[in-house]
């Protein structure tokens, strides 16, 4: 899950049928939960790399028309920090999830990304002067907690534990995502987000592109078993990169920052629900972690940051 939000875009400015509201927000939890799982089955026939960067430059193709269509609305003065935030919150974490769908379950790589808002906090406090409340604090370490039971989760109960490295790749993803989040807040804040998320993908499509066809990708495509994979991997870029970019945005304007937010209960749900329906091996220490996590970003959100 990446957001690219404006400052002006969570200003409620007319009543929404509820209906709607809900109906995106749950169309959002369905998008981003699913993309673990998608992840997985890409990773069938493409290697690492390849589902990353076919991740990303499906997006950039789908948003070149619109990024031609608004390029004088465009402040080219900022392609810096498009190119910085798209690194940390779209290229970067596509490869770190697809490195992680290669060795971690899709479920628990779900459950671990619910941790973005609580590195959003902490790296607003550190780097960007915000002040964390008692709340937040609890919340801090109760997601950490939950964390880190998911990272020794790897089997169905409590007595056989042991580390699972790749757990470690998703945190970091969801730390490059704090980094964005709060980037794109205090640099990129007033860009129309659909201007915004056009641009980002500018910035980062060709690198992406550059990754996929430096390899084997075109042989690997011509196999007979590759073209469900094939859909899966653009499902991901054109759906879970740059659709859903879109309806979060929308979503943003049409309500506020704390009930958009609240996908990042749902995401985990989704993704447990594939897990399950993939034949993963789910299990209360994974409900358990998922559960803790949960609790901390709930009270993370309860309270707003001060200055």
């Known amino acids: 899950m990446s957001t690219t939000t404006s400052s002006k875009s969570t200003q409620t400015t007319q009543k929404i049928n509820p209906a709607i509201t ?7 939890a369905l998008i981003w939960g699913s ?29 070149i028309p619109i990024f ?18 798209g690194c940390l919150g779209n290229l970067f974490p596509a490869f770190l999830f697809s490195l992680a769908g290669s060795k ?59 580390i699972n490295a790749y757990a470690l790749v998703v945190v970091l993803a969801t730390i490059m995502y704090g980094f964005n989040l709060n980037i794109t807040q205090k640099y990129l804040g007033g860009i129309n987000p659909l201007v915004l998320t056009a641009s980002i993908f500018m ?19 011509q196999r007979p078993e590759a073209l469900m994979p094939l859909i899966y991997s653009l499902l991901l870029g054109i759906m879970g990169s740059a659709v859903a970019m879109i309806l979060f945005n929308k979503l943003l304007q049409m309500t506020n920052a704390i009930l958009a937010s609240s996908v990042t209960y ?26 803790i996590i949960l609790v901390g970003v709930y009270l993370v959100n309860k309270s707003p940051m001060k200055e």
């Open 203 to 221: 910035s980062i499509g060709p690198i992406a592109g550059i990754v996929l066809f430096r390899g084997d990708f075109i042989q690997r495509v």
């Open 35 to 63: 993309s673990f799982i998608l992840v997985k089955e890409s990773l069938k026939v493409f290697d690492v790399s390849q589902v990353g960067s076919l991740r990303i430059f499906a997006a950039f193709l789908f948003f």
């Open 104 to 162: 971690l379950d899709s479920a628990v790589s779900g459950a671990l990304n619910s941790t973005t808002p609580l590195f959003a906090l902490i790296v607003a406090a550190l780097f960007f002067g915000k002040k964390i409340t008692k709340n937040q604090s609890m919340g801090i370490v109760l997601g950490f907690l939950g964390a880190l039971t998911l990272v020794l989760a790897t089997v169905k109960d409590f007595a056989h534990i042991q």
């Open 22 to 28: 809900w109906g995106l927000l749950a169309l959002l």
């Open 266 to 291: 749902l995401i985990p749900i989704v993704a447990i629900a594939w897990g399950i329906l993939s034949g993963e091996q789910i299990g209360i220490i994974h409900f358990t972690g998922m559960a």
């Open 68 to 85: 031609i269509y608004n390029y004088r609305t465009i402040p080219h003065q900022k392609w810096g920090f498009f190119l910085l935030v």
